[in-house]
């Protein structure tokens, strides 16, 4: 990701589009991405001899679920790091320049700990976003895989 001028400003636009969907329409995106006749995920995984059906297998709803949910989400992650990497003063890159220091000493030893504070954050927002994710997978999977409804003629 470039780290000034209109590339960083052009990138951090587009990487930021998933957030501006609401969770409803992600859903539904994912529904029809999934769908294995007119979803590239779904045409893909069966062409690939793969069986499918985030609507009858348990397993591939959680996945398809946790997949779409970091689809959605990694975005504000990635704000957030970006944001706190650019408050780094230019300082300590000069410094780490001059004592010759590798890109991951730069990154061990500067970086990561200038993001702790930005990281706990965007774990925060993770976490407490988690608790509130309801709305994506009933739109995706209705209610559940294999949901079924409760006969009337059952005696």
Known sequence: ???KGWKASAVLVIVAISLLIPWNVVGTIWQIYGRTDIGLLG???AALGVDYSYTGNARDARLTVLV???WHWTPL???LCYAGLRAIPDAYYRAARIDGASK???FRYIQLPK???VLMIAVLLRFMDSFMIYTEPFVLTGGGPAMRR????ST
């Open 104 to 106: 991951l000493a730069v």
């Open 77 to 79: 992650v990635a704000l």
């Open 1 to 3: 990701m470039p780290a």
């Open 150 to 153: 409760p006969s009337s003629a």
């Open 68 to 70: 779409m949910d970091v």
């Open 115 to 117: 993001l702790r504070g």
């Open 43 to 45: 045409a893909a995984l």
